[in-house]
């Protein structure tokens, strides 16, 4: 596969308990993502350290998805003909965010650094051994970790580490706005972000004002890609179907806000229209397609980032199914 192959893709298996996977109501989801037109799924599932600042990365029997479970989504996921791209994150026991997983920087902090880059890096290479067993298109190294993205030397040698047993294309998941603070993004096959751009000033913007607003992030991105010389890849992206969330697409909080199928259909077209012809960028995987999904006559009233038989799932179809 190369790595600038454009991706029609889609996010699924996130915050699933286990076995969920191996449900028939998750094949059943699959099979509806792929008739959005998605060639691609981000299978992303997590496991927890006890909290941002562990050492240590275990395996929790009771919650982290087994490798029986894993293995039986991407076979179904290729069964059907999806690409998938395997991607573990490690998230906080304590609800804290990812992204300050991290130690001080002071002296004696090294030590604690290098602990835990070991047990983060057999955490990785525990995946990267499946992905690449059994035939994963790509694989993620890491999400949203903004906290740990300045120790280079130790995410070179992590990187070195993880190519020794995966053979397939590389990609690192910053987060909006903490992109360049990247320096080693030369060292992956493709830049990945979680573009969850504010491209809205006020609930219910109309398209084209969002359109507008992602021209300076399109601008910012290409510079990216020019800097490193690599394709650049919206590892997540997506807005919830309610008011005001094209205003903060990161959101899932806010459960008081109304139901907008429009907000969210405006958003996945703006993005499309201002992305889909830039020759350096490398396509999408929307946020997110759950592994049981409501049923169909429910859609108006959700108002999660899901996108099934809402006006944002027709968007991506007509889209998808262009030639890129």
Request: with cysteine; proline share 5%.
């Amino acid at each position: 596969m190369s790595a600038t192959a454009f991706i029609k893709g889609m996010t699924y298996g996130w915050n699933s308990s286990r076995g969920a996977y191996r449900q028939p109501y998750a094949l059943d989801s699959l099979r509806k993502l792929k008739e959005t037109g998605s060639e691609w799924i981000a299978l992303s599932f997590y496991t927890l350290q006890a909290n941002t600042h562990s050492t240590e990365i275990p395996f929790d029997y009771g919650h982290t998805m087994t490798d029986r479970d894993i293995e039986h989504a991407i076979k179904q996921a290729k069964a059907l003909g999806l690409k998938v791209c395997l991607k573990p994150v490690v998230n906080s026991k304590d609800g804290i965010w990812r992204a300050h997983i991290g130690f001080p920087e002071e002296d004696g902090a090294k030590p604690y650094w290098d602990a835990w880059f070991e047990s983060y890096g057999n955490f990785l290479w525990h995946y990267a051994e499946i992905a690449e067993e059994l035939g994963c298109e790509m694989f993620c190294i890491g999400c949203e970790m903004v906290k740990t993205e300045p120790k280079t030397a130790h995410w070179e040698a992590l990187i070195a580490r993880i190519r020794t047993v995966y053979s397939g294309p590389l990609v690192y998941n910053a987060n909006h706005g903490s992109e360049e603070g990247v320096a080693w993004f030369d060292l992956v096959d493709l830049i990945g972000t979680s573009a969850y751009y504010p491209v809205a000033k006020a609930p219910g913007e109309s398209e084209d004002a969002m359109f507008a607003n992602w021209l300076p992030v399109r601008d910012k991105l290409r510079r990216m890609h020019e800097r490193f010389g690599k394709p650049i890849v919206f590892m997540e992206i997506g807005c919830r179907s309610a008011l005001g969330c094209a205003t903060m697409p990161w959101d899932f909080t806010h459960a008081e806000l109304p139901a907008s199928e429009a907000e969210q259909a405006n958003f996945y077209g703006s993005v499309l229209r201002a992305f889909w012809d830039e020759p350096w960028f490398s396509g999408f995987f929307w946020w997110d397609w759950s592994v049981k999904l409501y049923p169909t006559e429910q859609a108006a009233a959700d108002t999660g980032f899901d996108i099934h038989g809402k006006q944002a799932e027709r968007v991506l179809r007509e889209w998808y199914a262009k030639a890129r």
